[in-house]
């Protein structure tokens, strides 16, 4: 199911960067290179969750769908440099303390 | 099938969307279509049977099965003195015996009760005489069921052995009525013209390559899918394929999680290749029972 939700949003993300956020599907199905039965698969499933439209041979973004990667974006932007607080330490060790070593440094 | 031409992904994009039933399939949609099918024209042939397909949910099969406790109720016949029995000739199981289980809560919600259930055809004499010994000798009503009806044959051949049962063992004739869910045009004009009692809640289509194609091109159709045919086993466990569909019915039908029925297009169901190697069907059907 993770490996679904990997690729549902990998699908999105190539409409979203296509011109108009329009692709044909097979264009779309080479872009993604998965076999076509998980294609099909993760298409119909988008489509019920109203996130693209299939409009004949074409493959479109829908404006829910626009939303989606846009919030993706941003949550993946905000996390990559961000250390949330309560993972940091306001103490310095102190001598002899048990500390996790840095493996690079090792 | 690991890659995906350009037309074969927009054809079967299409039929998915045409036809809902066919979302979760697309694999042994593009196996049928693209790796069985080696000319367009065989192709366009399965598109056009796919085209005519009856595709019935399982809501609709369960709407069918209430008509169907309905019309039991409602035909005139007493509880006390009827017999609800499946076709089914033998104790494995089978259609009849599902539509007599799941008639059991559907009459049960109409509070239509007191009426005897068997599951096998031929006890019915068997079952009247526990019934004589308790309510002494009269006429019964014997309400034959079961899910699909294809050439009628069956249904004839069960009414008629009924009677001859009863009448050798000396019992008063049954008034007979049999109740279907789903029969085919063919099924219901040759039970009608045996002048037997036949009530049935879906017609579908049979004989379909003469209904779709004008008759001078019927024959080219045949021999087209008996090309398509000819890739597949030509028997399992000595059961014969049976080509363009049991008695040559060319019926297309497929019941949400019931088994299909032998009259389809065998195309669309026979599990095996002619080398044995199993196939990726588009419809189901336990081929014991082929």
């Not at chain 2, 796919?50 to 008509?67: A, F, G, P, R």
């Not at chain 2, 015996?97 to 007191?114: A, F, P, R, T």
């Not at chain 2, 017609?203 to 091109?217: G, H, M, P």
């Amino acid at each position: 199911m993770k490996k679904n939700i990997f690729l549902k949003n990998e699908l999105l993300r190539i409409l979203f960067s296509s011109s108009n956020h329009t692709l044909q599907a097979f264009t779309l199905n080479k872009r993604l290179s998965v076999a076509p039965n998980v294609f099909f698969d993760v298409i119909f499933q988008l489509e019920k969750e109203e996130l693209l439209v299939v409009d004949g041979v074409f493959i479109k973004l829908s404006n829910l769908g626009e939303k989606k990667v846009l919030l993706d974006l941003n949550a993946s932007k905000n996390s990559k440099n961000n250390i949330p607080k309560k993972f940091l330490s306001e103490s310095k060790l102190k001598v002899n303390d048990l500390y996790i070593p840095k493996r690079s440094l090792l | 099938m690991d890659k995906l031409t350009r037309k074969a992904c927009e054809s079967v994009l299409h039929l998915a969307f045409k036809y809902p039933w066919l979302k979760p399939k697309t694999d042994a949609l593009m196996t049928l279509l693209f790796e069985d099918c080696e000319t367009d024209d065989q192709a366009q042939l399965i598109i056009d049977i796919l085209d005519q397909l009856k595709y019935i949910t399982m809501h609709e099969y369960n709407s069918y099965l209430s008509d169907l406790a309905l019309d039991i109720a409602t035909c005139g016949i007493e509880p006390e003195s009827s017999f609800i029995v499946a076709m089914s000739a033998d104790s494995k199981a089978d259609s009849g015996q599902s539509v007599l289980y799941d008639l059991k809560n559907e009459l049960s919600k109409i509070e239509w009760k007191g009426y005897r259930s068997v599951n096998r055809y031929d006890q019915t004499p068997k079952a009247y005489k526990e019934f004589k010994t308790s309510k002494g000798a009269q006429t019964i009503n014997i309400v034959l069921v079961d899910n699909f009806v294809g050439s009628g044959s069956t249904v004839i051949n069960r009414v008629k052995r009924i009677e001859e049962l009863f009448n050798q063992s000396g019992f008063p004739k049954p008034n007979i009525y049999v109740k279907v869910l789903i029969s085919t045009i063919s099924g219901k004009d040759n039970i009608n013209s045996e002048d037997i009692d036949f009530a049935f809640f879906s017609l579908v289509n049979d004989k379909l390559l003469e209904r779709i194609y004008e008759s001078d091109q019927v024959e080219v159709k045949k021999d087209l899918m008996r090309s398509l045919e000819s890739k597949l086993a030509p028997s399992y466990n000595e059961r014969v394929l049976p080509s363009l569909g049991y008695g040559e019915s060319q019926v297309a039908i497929s019941i949400e999680n019931k088994n299909t029925p032998n009259n389809v297009f065998p195309i669309l169901w026979w599990k095996y290749y002619s080398d044995q190697r199993v196939r990726n069907v588009l419809l189901h059907r336990a081929m014991d029972d082929a």
